[in-house]
Structures are given as structure tokens and as C-alpha cells.
């Protein structure tokens, strides 16, 4: 298969290490350093090729054993299992957030590692990474809510032995209600030892997950979303026996093809609830709000490799006598991909640090990441399919071709706007939280005090309070755009905090050229600042920008 990719992807990231270095207590830093240059290594070669292999042979249904029996069963092509191997075992990534001990660390490993070294991974293996991340959330739901009796789903969730690991899923959605999950039809019934449930899921990834939960209707409970519980679904019962959960068929889908997805029919299958069952829409609530700043972290992954991937063709590509690189209207058009890359880079270790301090009891930063997710997730989703797409075009006739990787980046890019709640949904979801906590008021207190952003935060706050006292139909029509500028703003702030560390500790230039082109590009989108093109390859591939260059545009 044609390649151009690099030897090692986090040798080639110009930000991911700079963001480390700032975020990343001494310790952290030092013992993520090693597993950074492993699965960077790994990422650009093979797994890589095993991923390419994944989702050329997607996983098969086997509904029936030879005698005849129901068994239910996944095929998997090999590659399939040698990437869960790298990803579970090797380097714990759906463990690292439950127990001590994981890659050696001494405590839980932070959540800024994990969405780190998973960002690494998702630039080769997308796909895998919607069971990975359904494994932590099921591990994470089961430790808050009902930590005692599911010891040994916890540990077994969060275990690298590949004879003892388990895999999560959550069985959401329904046919007739989808977003809506209040419609839920799945009743459940109280057997005295254990509850049965009795449904169908329209949408069930990993569909032969060993630790399933999923909302059921719980009988004089209510009507609506108060009447759901949340129920733990094995794949075997505590007999050992096959549980009665049915795989009617895989979905044909257009992307993320080395996992399986599928519908499943739940036939009275055995079932014990999670906590209190009066808590069962709160608690999916905690469970989507993770899994949707995974979903942001893989849209950032998708658009790095996308912009690699453009940037190494333009350099080896030549076009009336000069590389591609080195056109001005080339430059032109890759300059927002890569100013975009690595701003999300920033938002998603930035709502990955609050989540950890947050897990550690600070109200202020679960309010924040309670609004810094659903924001990254809407913009991040929607720009990733942008840049994706771009990226595409750059390649010419090849990028359409299935031999090079770009076709699946963009059928890839695609689903991180739908899963776990589409862009207008997360809209809402984002307006929801400024209804009730006043949450561009919280952003604003949190980033507007740097000089740099000042006068936006001081507008944006302005602007959400002007929006909330529209009438209700108008606030829905304006929040998506509205929800757009203030994820703009976080990142810009962001690229600043990083340009004044990188300054003050290194005396290199690079971060504030970064920021202050993003700067410029959020003013005008049609902008192309002066310095950005005269340091074009510092941008692109990292590398050291004289500070002395940008005093003297500021002369200028």
C-alpha cells in the first residue's frame, strides 16, 4: 500500500509534547515520555497497518452453531485482535483511569495521559476506540454508583491480562426514540434474585460486550426519563450460561468498520440494576458526558493525521516547477487546518485535566468540564469532517482512492458528529447548561482574565446573557453558532496560555505565532498573517521561532 507517513507520530505532533511539558506534573511528565515515543512508534507503523487490515475485513455475525444452536458470536479478523491487544493491554488505556499500578504509575494514571496516548492511537485505529471508551465509561459508572456489588466487573473491566479483561457497552437507543431516550420501550421485571428485561436496541455498539448497560422501564416508576433504571446486562449469566441477548443483524456502516455495531434484541435477559434505578437517566448522564470528550479527542486525532498526512504529500508533490508546500494559495489552505489541529489538541487535554480535578472533588472544575465537553464535541466533531475533507482534495485523485488512508478519515470524521448525540443535540445540551449554571458566565470567570482575551470573554458574556433573555425558540435557533464562539474562545485562550508558558520557559516563539495566527484567523476567517507564512515550516513541523521575528512585526 502506498504510505508517506513518518516514523513516529508523536515525533511529528510540533505541539503535543510542549502541551505535556506545561500541563503534566514533573513525575507524570517523565514517566509518559517513554510510552509517548512506543506508541507513536507503533501508531505509525504497525498498527497502522493492522488497522488498515480491520477495516478492510469487518467483523461477521455468527448466529448459529453448527448443530444449531443460538450462540450469537462476533468474528473478528486478526487485525481486529492485535489492535485491542495493543490498546487494552499493552498500554491499558481502558484501565489507566480505575486503579493504581497501570504502566507503573502509583496512582489512577491522569485523565490528561490517557486522552494523550489514545489521541496517538486514534491516528492509526479509530474504531477500536468506541469500545475502549465504553469500557472505561462502564468501569467509571459501575465505580461511582454502585462500587461494592460490581467489584468484579470493575476489575475485570480495568484488568490488561488478556485472560481476564472484559469489554463494556451501553445499549441506548431505541428505534422509535433515538435521541429522545424518555421513549424507551425496554421494560424491566423484578424476578426477587435479579430483574429480567425485555426490548430492542437499535443501535448497540460492541454488541458482544461481557458488561452491558442499558436504560429499562421500571414498573409504578413514572413516565418519561424518570422511569428509566439502569441495569447491568452480562453476556453470561452467573450460571455461565449464555444470556439471552440477541444479535439480529450488524450494521452496514460507512465508517468506524473494524468494530462491530449492531441491533439486539433482549429477550427477558438476565439483569441487576446499577444503583439506585431512581438515578438511571442521571446516571447515563455521567456515562455520554465522557464518552462525548472521547469523541472529541477522536475528532482531533482524525484532523492531526489528516494535516500529516497533507503536509508530507505537499512537500514530496511538485506542481509547476515547486513543491506544493512552498504555493502560496497551498499555504493558504492548510494554514487553518493545522491552526484548528492543534487548538483542539489544547481544549481536549484542557477538559481532560479539569475531569481529573474534578474526580478528585473540585466543584468548580466539574462545572467547567460539565461545559467545556459538550463544546468540544460539537465544534470538534463538525471542523474534524472539514479538515478531513480538505485533506482529501489536497491528495488529488489519490485521496479518493481506498489504497491511501484518506477515504477513511473521512468516513471516520462523519460519525464523531453523530454518536452519542448529534450537533444540534449538543447544542442544546450546551444551552441546557447555561440555563441552569450559567455557563458562558463560568467560562468567562475561568478564561477571561488573560489580557490577550479580555475584550472577547467580556463580549461573549455579554452576547449569552442577551441570548437567554430571548424568547425560548430563538435561544435554540442562535446556540449553535453562539456555542461555536465560545469553543473558539477556550482555544484561543488556550494557545495564549501556552504561547506566554513557551516564552517564559524556553524562549521560543513557535506557541505565540500559533496563537496569535489563531487569533487572527477568529477575527477573519479570510486571514493569512504575515508571520505565519514567513515561519510556514515552524507551523507545520515544528521547530524554533526566533522571538526577535515577531517583536519586529509588532513594530511593524
Avoid at 460486550?209 to 414498573?219: E, Q
Avoid at 433482549?266 to 472521547?294: H, I, K
Avoid at 515552524?538 to 521575528?549: I, Q, S, Y
Wanted: hydrophobic share 40%.
Amino acid at each position: 500500500m502506498p504510505t508517506e507517513t513518518p516514523l513516529n507520530y508523536a515525533d511529528r505532533d510540533p505541539a503535543l509534547r510542549p502541551l505535556l511539558d506545561r500541563v503534566l506534573a514533573a513525575d507524570d511528565r517523565a514517566r509518559v515520555e517513554p510510552l509517548l515515543a512506543d506508541l507513536g512508534e507503533l501508531a505509525a507503523g504497525d498498527l497502522d497497518r493492522q488497522a488498515a487490515l480491520a477495516d478492510a475485513h469487518p467483523p461477521r455475525l455468527v448466529q448459529y452453531a453448527a448443530d444449531g444452536e443460538r450462540v450469537d458470536e462476533i468474528a473478528f479478523h486478526p487485525a481486529h485482535d492485535r489492535a485491542a491487544a495493543i490498546a487494552y493491554e499493552r498500554f491499558g488505556l481502558a484501565a489507566m483511569s480505575h486503579r493504581p499500578g497501570v504502566l507503573g504509575w502509583p496512582t489512577k494514571v491522569p485523565h490528561t495521559v490517557k486522552y494523550a496516548l489514545s489521541y496517538l492511537y486514534v491516528q492509526s485505529e479509530f474504531g477500536m476506540a468506541c469500545p475502549l471508551s465504553m469500557t472505561d465509561s462502564a468501569a467509571r459508572i459501575l465505580r461511582l454508583f454502585d462500587a461494592e456489588r460490581y467489584a468484579d466487573e470493575i476489575a475485570a473491566l480495568s484488568s490488561t491480562d488478556p485472560g481476564l479483561r472484559a469489554t463494556g457497552a451501553m445499549f441506548m437507543t431505541e428505534k422509535q426514540g433515538g435521541t429522545d431516550v424518555g421513549l424507551t420501550e425496554t421494560v424491566a421485571t423484578d424476578r426477587g434474585t435479579h430483574w429480567t428485561l425485555t426490548g430492542k436496541k437499535w443501535f448497540a455498539s460492541n454488541p458482544s460486550a461481557d458488561v452491558i448497560l442499558t436504560l429499562a422501564r421500571v414498573p409504578g416508576q413514572g413516565d418519561g426519563t424518570r422511569g428509566l433504571g439502569m441495569f447491568l446486562v452480562p453476556r453470561l449469566r452467573p450460571d455461565g450460561s449464555r444470556n439471552t441477548i440477541r444479535i439480529d443483524r450488524l450494521k452496514d456502516k460507512l465508517g468506524s468498520k473494524s468494530i462491530a455495531s449492531g441491533e439486539v434484541t433482549l429477550d427477558e435477559a438476565y439483569a441487576t440494576p446499577v444503583g439506585q434505578l431512581t438515578d438511571g437517566f442521571r446516571q447515563m448522564a455521567e456515562m455520554l458526558n465522557v464518552s462525548r470528550l472521547s469523541n472529541a479527542m477522536r475528532a482531533t486525532a482524525l484532523m492531526r493525521r489528516a494535516v500529516r498526512e497533507s503536509v508530507d504529500h505537499t512537500r514530496v508533490r511538485h506542481v509547476f516547477g515547486k513543491p506544493l508546500f512552498d504555493q502560496p494559495l497551498m499555504r493558504a489552505t492548510l494554514l487553518p487546518m493545522i491552526l484548528d489541529t492543534e487548538a483542539a489538541l489544547h481544549l481536549v487535554i484542557e477538559a481532560a485535566a479539569r475531569l481529573t480535578e474534578a474526580d478528585a472533588g473540585d466543584a468548580d472544575a466539574r462545572a467547567l468540564v460539565r461545559v467545556l465537553t459538550p463544546l468540544a464535541k460539537h465544534t470538534l466533531c463538525k471542523r474534524a469532517r472539514t479538515v478531513t475533507g480538505e485533506a482529501m482534495e489536497i491528495r488529488g485523485g489519490n485521496g479518493y482512492i481506498e489504497d491511501w488512508v484518506n477515504p477513511r478519515l473521512v468516513r471516520d470524521a462523519h460519525l464523531g458528529s453523530i454518536w452519542e448525540g448529534s450537533s444540534n443535540v449538543i447544542a442544546l445540551d450546551v444551552l441546557r447548561c447555561m440555563r441552569r449554571q450559567q455557563a458562558h458566565a463560568t467560562l468567562a470567570d475561568a478564561y477571561g482574565d488573560r489580557p490577550a482575551t479580555r475584550d472577547r470573554w467580556e463580549l461573549l458574556r455579554k452576547k449569552g446573557d442577551t441570548l437567554l433573555q430571548l424568547p425560548p425558540d430563538e435561544q435554540e435557533m442562535r446556540i449553535g453558532r453562539y456555542a461555536d464562539e465560545l469553543t473558539r474562545a477556550v482555544m484561543e485562550t488556550l494557545l495564549h496560555d501556552q504561547a506566554d508558558h513557551e516564552t517564559r520557559t524556553t524562549g521560543d516563539g513557535r506557541a505565540l505565532l500559533v496563537a496569535r495566527a489563531y487569533s487572527a484567523v477568529t477575527d477573519d476567517p479570510a486571514a493569512l498573517p504575515r508571520p505565519a507564512l514567513d515561519h510556514f515550516a515552524a507551523l507545520a513541523d515544528g521547530g524554533r521561532v526566533p522571538l526577535a521575528d515577531l517583536r519586529e512585526t509588532d513594530r511593524a
